[in-house]
């Protein structure tokens, strides 16, 4: 039963394009995140969502856009896709009370923009 | 500065030998540190957590934390091929009370046999 879930895991689209990716975590976490890693391997934090309110906003165009409709999901729509959106972006969830804990990912999204 | 640095390797060492893999941290409020691994086209995982100074030993794997030097460090002792891959270095803070989990750039390891 996957923990951190994304869909999809591809996705190929052309510039200008809007897409979203889902996530989905049944951990029961109250934090989930949204990094984005690029060509170069770097995991770069983009959002970050406490019991679905926003509390990290990194410096994110606003082309990309958050939801959280309960604390189990989040996901990522992006509007007027350019080529250096082209990255893996990783969901990841974790427990904030009691910082003890690590966070989880899900298997990724690899977005190309053509 | 970066938040958090890793040397990018690769870093390569025989099989059965010991790798040890380094990172610093620039915000001395840091209080959580984790180490991932990530292969080649898959997500991070979680491979040791540390929170006070001094060693942490799980099998192979031994993390090491130095707050005065915010320092820490993964000792991977009898490395094996299966060990190669990307290791992440991430420190959690906590700006307004919340986690903010960030990650070093990751040093990759290559162990030949």
């Known amino acids: 039963d996957t923990a951190v879930s994304q869909t999809p895991k591809y996705l190929v689209t052309q510039m200008g394009n809007d897409k979203s990716i889902k996530c989905e975590q049944n951990?029961?976490?109250?934090?989930m995140y949204w990094y984005k890693q690029d060509s170069k391997k770097f995991l770069k934090i983009m959002f970050s969502?406490?019991?679905?309110?926003?509390?990290i906003n990194e410096t994110v165009p606003n082309r990309f856009s958050p939801k959280s409709p309960d604390k189990a999901h989040l996901n990522l729509h992006i509007n007027s896709l350019e080529l250096g959106d082209s990255a893996v972006y990783f969901c990841?969830?974790?427990?904030?009370?009691?910082?003890?804990?690590?966070?989880?990912f899900g298997q990724g999204t690899r977005l190309t923009v053509v | 500065q970066k938040e958090v640095e890793q040397n990018s390797g690769p870093l390569s060492v025989p099989e059965g030998a010991i790798a040890s893999l380094n990172c610093t941290y620039s915000?001395?409020?840091?209080?959580?540190f984790f180490w991932y691994r990530q292969y080649s086209g898959k997500s991070p995982e979680l491979i040791m957590s540390?929170?006070?100074?001094g060693d942490k030993e799980d099998g192979r794997f031994t993390a090491q934390l130095n707050k005065a030097s915010q320092y820490v460090s993964l000792l991977i002792r009898d490395s094996q091929p299966s060990d190669s891959a990307t290791y992440l270095c991430?420190?959690?803070?906590?700006?307004?009370?919340?986690?903010?989990?960030?990650f070093g750039a990751g040093t990759r390891l290559a162990v030949h046999p």
């Open positions: 990841a969830s974790s427990q904030e009370k009691g910082k003890d804990t690590e966070a989880f």
């Open positions: 951990l029961g976490h109250d934090t």
């Open positions: 969502y406490n019991n679905k309110e926003l509390i």
């Open positions: 915000d001395r409020g840091s209080q959580s």
């Open positions: 540390i929170y006070s100074n």
């Open positions: 991430a420190v959690k803070r906590y700006p307004g009370g919340y986690n903010k989990l960030i």
